[in-house]
């Protein structure tokens, strides 16, 4: 049974534009991906000095004739990648009504992107988070496994408030190859550590690609009248005018967004807004063009 | 300050609305799970104590909306629990200065004109269901109607017919009777308007009683002095202060000289003014002369004559133009025109083989100053007769009569006969029907017997008690002082040359002494050593002269000096004959007393506007008619249905100068200060202030002003609370 997360007017187009890694990926087959490792492959990179220890078959007997010395041709290696997705399930995610939950949003999302990911065969994780580890599915380019992934998001309910951070420092012992992290949430965290996590990540090597995942009621703040806010990760509740309070509340958020985008343009890491209100087909496809026309 | 609609403060308990609004609105909110809570927080953080005091000032602006609007519908006004808003009935009363100053022309209108123009525009404005009573006022207040309060037409017409009368200006009685209305008014609403030209003598000829009757309405009406002159133009004005008739006794068959007396009470100079004089209203015989210029204060004398045909009381009118004010330019005297004046003179030594011998020679000669060949047509005709000649019937028929040196009785001076009782009695009723008396001393006066008959001890004619007589000492005779001559008294003329200097050259060997203490006249002339010389006394309507020297050359040289012997006897004959028209002269407002002959027929007045007053029949003993609806500066008549108009008693009734004397008017602080408040001030040449000053003293507009300001505040503030920060 199809998962209602496959949408196939974004599958649609987003397969034909494709995630390839931008950066070079540790892969265990051959595939469309450069790969750090020097290989026998079809793309010639360079020669070297023959040591002992080369297997003789690599010594370009050619270059031998020329210059009575053994080298080694050395070719580039094309390998498969892995792509670990990762979803903020905490309560904070929780808000937006229908298409527009934030959570929601970020389950289509990433059930997209695994399906476009092992349809390129490439191999892709699922982890799931609040302020723990809540579900991990292993790496795959199964078929099946993307129904496995769809299957998790849905039945992905958060329950608690978010620790991004210290779970991103985690996660930089336990992914060992390089490949491409993608982290889908709101970012409703202590920033500074956010980052940390983030660039630790990077700093392994990953390309890391963080999906901001906003509501436009959270960006623009438009409530009117007497509201009573309910804290979605804790017990604090407010009453107010939010009109009152909306100059301030858009200061600070631009503040907050500002720092955040400039940490991760600073460090490496790709920052992708995503609003709810705009439609994952036209966001993905945005996203996935950009991408592409970047190289 | 009052609330016109008081139970609409009750709207004030609207106040409650925002309170409670603003306490209960977190009561009514929707609740929202949100994610961005400490972007929430931190925004709350920063902005707390601005939000808290955006939403003070808010609440209190929103507050005071209400405040304002609860206290804009309960109308409040000025002042006075009796104050009306627009469109309440109004019981207005309209206190009309009717003085003469209100019959000044300055500008186009006259004073009183523009108060009629006034009185009506504030009639027309008056709301419905509203009263009306008009009251003139001038040194007395006249309620004028309408019968029916509400009777609007009746109050136009009434105030249409409104004229200026001759005297002087008091508000006091018209603030009196506004009151005196005020108290029989119904409503609750009332008004008090004065229209008047804010005349100085109006407001401070009883200036402490005005302001209490202004401090009693007050508190029980508004009061609104409109005020009717034209404050930038001053009053040019001349009036006519007298006429007189300074060489004698007006007698027929002559051209009588009159001095005009012109005063200008004005500030400015008044040119080419004409003045004019006649008799008994015969304007073809009207003498009249033009004066290039009278400057301010200065009184100028216009010096015409007059032709009297016909004896008996005759009417001479002067009139004046070419100024603003109307009310004094004509007077009106009554003066009695004779043909003969009969002089009785009782001589007690009469010495017909040497006259000079003789008082009644010097007083005969003195008032007949005529050749002898004229003595026969001249119009005093003089009767000597001894004290035992003289009958009491003498004094029918005579104007004056002389007691010259002639003893009290005949016991006083054995072989001198002396006045009879009879005739001393007769004196008493000679004198007090308003003839004249002088007696002059001598030899044969014992001042004690004087004392008893004529003096404080017998018929108490003379004006003080007698003493026994002083002597000089030869070389140094007393002298007259004409400088000690009473002012005003028909002798003033005597402090003027050349009558000052003949009079003090005059020696005096013997004068007899007066007792001072107790007088009951006055003492006209004193010697030099202050012994009292010439004295008078009013008795009845009648006045007796006592002279302290004697009329004959005995006891001094007075009587043969001619320039003061004979103008003090002139003088003396001539007030004494003008004693008899003494009532007939009257100034506007005092009473006119006349006594009939018939007690039982009913009176009635003619006044100068040819209106007829009844007076109903004489009352009281003798029977007197008395009135004094004297308010018109002219000629009065007397009538009854037994007396024609041509034969009725005339009267001359004067303008009151007292009200143009000064014209100077009272400034609105002036007026602010005498009352201790301050009323409201109108202006009649500015109707749109009467037709708007009702609403004026309503605060409501200006609340409704202030709150919709207030509410665009409001608006602006909450728009800025809601913009920034």
């Known amino acids: 049974m199809i998962s209602t997360l496959l949408k196939p007017d974004i599958l649609a187009r987003a397969e034909a534009l494709g995630m390839a890694a931008r950066q070079l990926v540790e892969g265990l087959r051959v595939g469309d991906h450069k790969s750090p490792f020097r290989g026998f492959s079809v793309e010639f990179v360079q020669h070297r000095e023959y040591v002992p220890g080369d297997d003789i078959r690599h010594i370009d007997w050619k270059s031998y004739g020329r210059s009575e010395r053994y080298t080694i041709k050395q070719y580039e290696q094309e390998t498969n990648y892995t792509a670990h997705l990762i979803a903020d399930g905490s309560n904070s995610m929780r808000y937006g009504e229908g298409d527009q939950n934030k959570l929601e949003y970020a389950k289509l999302l990433m059930a997209s992107l695994s399906y476009i990911i092992v349809k390129q065969r490439d191999a892709v994780t699922l982890r799931v988070f609040d302020s723990a580890w809540r579900a991990e599915l292993p790496a795959s380019s199964q078929m099946g496994h993307v129904n496995t992934i769809c299957k998790t998001l849905e039945a992905l309910q958060p329950a608690d408030k978010t620790g991004t951070g210290p779970l991103l420092e985690q996660l930089v012992e336990r992914i060992t190859r390089r490949g491409i992290i993608a982290i889908f949430s709101d970012a409703f965290d202590d920033v500074s550590s956010l980052l940390k996590g983030l660039r630790h990540l990077r700093f392994r090597g990953h390309e890391v690609i963080l999906f901001h995942i906003l509501h436009r009621d959270e960006v623009e703040f438009p409530l009117d009248g007497n509201v009573r806010f309910i804290d979605l990760e804790g017990v604090d509740e407010l009453l107010t005018r939010p009109h009152l309070l909306r100059p301030a509340y858009l200061r600070i958020l631009q503040s907050y967004l500002q720092e955040l985008e400039k940490g991760c343009d600073s460090g490496g890491i790709e920052y992708v807004r995503m609003m709810t209100d705009v439609p994952v087909r036209q966001a993905l496809g945005e996203y996935l063009v950009r991408r592409l026309q970047r190289g | ?725």
Request: glycine share 8%.
């Open chain 2, 1 to 725: 300050m009052t609330f016109l609609s008081p139970w609409l403060l009750l709207g004030g308990l609207a106040v409650s609305v925002p309170l409670v609004l603003h306490f209960f609105y977190r009561a009514r909110h929707r609740k929202l799970p949100w994610a961005a809570m400490t972007f929430l927080k931190q925004a709350i953080e920063q902005t707390s104590r601005r939000l808290r005091f955006q939403e003070w000032i808010l609440l209190a602006l929103r507050c005071l909306a209400l405040l304002l609007l609860a206290f804009a519908l309960s109308r409040p006004a000025i002042t006075g629990s009796t104050i009306g808003g627009r469109g309440d009935s109004v019981d207005a009363i309209m206190v009309f200065d009717t003085s003469m100053s209100m019959s000044a022309r300055d500008g186009e209108k006259s004073r009183l004109e523009r108060a009629r123009d006034a009185a009506l525009t504030v009639l027309d404005n008056l709301p419905n269901n509203s009263t009306i009573q008009i009251i003139g006022c001038s040194d007395r207040a006249i309620p004028l109607g309408p019968v029916s309060p509400r009777n609007i037409d009746q109050a136009r017409q009434i105030i249409t017919n409104l004229e200026s009368n001759s005297l002087s200006s008091d508000l006091h009685p018209g603030l009196i009777e506004a009151i005196s209305t005020l108290d029989r008014g119904a409503g609750t609403n009332k008004e008090v308007y004065v229209f008047s030209d804010m005349h100085k003598l109006a407001w401070e000829r009883q200036s402490q009683a005005i302001r209490g009757k202004c401090e009693e309405m007050k508190q029980r009406a508004t009061l609104l002095l409109v005020r009717c002159g034209n404050s930038e133009r001053p009053v040019r004005n001349v009036g006519i202060s007298s006429i007189n008739y300074p060489d004698g006794i007006p007698h027929t068959g002559t051209r009588m000289p009159f001095s005009v007396l012109v005063r200008n009470t004005g500030n400015e100079p008044v040119r080419n003014v004409a003045v004019a004089i006649e008799v008994d209203g015969k304007i073809q015989e009207r003498e009249s002369e033009t004066v290039p210029e009278i400057g301010p204060g200065q009184t100028y004398p216009v010096n015409l004559t007059a032709k009297l045909d016909v004896a008996g009381p005759r009417v001479v009118t002067s009139t004046i133009t070419g100024d603003d004010l109307p009310g004094d330019n004509r007077l009106d005297r009554i003066i009695p025109v004779r043909e003969i004046v009969r002089i009785l003179i009782v001589d007690g030594t009469p010495d017909t083989r040497d006259p000079k011998e003789s008082g009644s020679h010097f007083v005969r000669n003195a008032l007949i100053p005529v050749s002898e060949s004229d003595q026969d047509s001249y119009f005093v005709r003089i009767t000597v007769v001894s004290a035992e000649e003289a009958d009491p019937a003498l004094l029918g028929a005579c104007e004056v009569c002389y007691i010259v040196n002639t003893p009290a009785s005949s016991a006083d001076r054995p072989g001198i006969p002396g006045l009879s009782r009879p005739f001393v009695e007769r004196l008493l009723a000679f004198v007090k029907s308003g003839k004249g008396l002088v007696i002059g001393s001598g030899e044969n006066i014992i001042p004690a017997r004087y004392n008893q008959v004529l003096g404080s001890q017998g018929l108490d004619l003379l004006p003080a008690d007698l003493v026994q007589a002083i002597i000089a000492d030869p070389q140094q005779p007393f002298k007259i002082a004409p400088d000690s001559t009473l002012t005003p008294s028909y002798l003033e003329r005597f402090t003027n040359e050349p009558y000052r200097t003949v009079t003090a050259d005059a020696d005096l060997q013997k004068v007899v002494g007066v007792k001072t203490e107790g007088m009951k006249g006055r003492v006209l002339m004193r010697l030099a050593n202050q012994q009292p010389f010439v004295l008078s006394r009013t008795f009845g309507e009648g006045e007796v002269i006592f002279i302290a020297g004697s009329l004959d050359e005995k006891w001094g040289n007075w009587p043969a000096k001619a320039g003061s012997f004979l103008s003090f006897q002139q003088l003396t004959l001539a007030h004494l004959c003008g004693k008899t028209i003494r009532g007939w002269n009257v100034t506007a407002g005092e009473a006119i007393v006349w006594y009939p002959g018939d007690a039982e027929a009913k009176y009635s007045l003619l006044t100068p506007d040819d209106r007829t007053l009844p007076l109903g029949p004489a009352g009281g003993e003798p029977p007197t008619i008395t009135t004094t609806e004297t308010v018109l500066a002219g000629p009065y008549r007397i009538v009854s249905e037994q007396v024609d108009r041509e034969t009725a008693p005339i009267f001359a009734v004067a303008p009151d100068l007292a009200e143009t004397n000064d014209l100077a008017t009272m400034r609105n602080p002036e007026l602010e200060q005498l009352l201790g408040f301050k009323p409201v001030f109108l202006d009649a040449g500015a109707p749109e202030g009467l037709k708007t000053e009702r609403a004026k003293r309503e605060w409501t507009v200006w609340l409704l002003l202030a709150l919709f300001f207030l509410a665009v505040g409001e608006s602006i503030w909450a728009w800025y609370c809601g913009k920034a920060w």
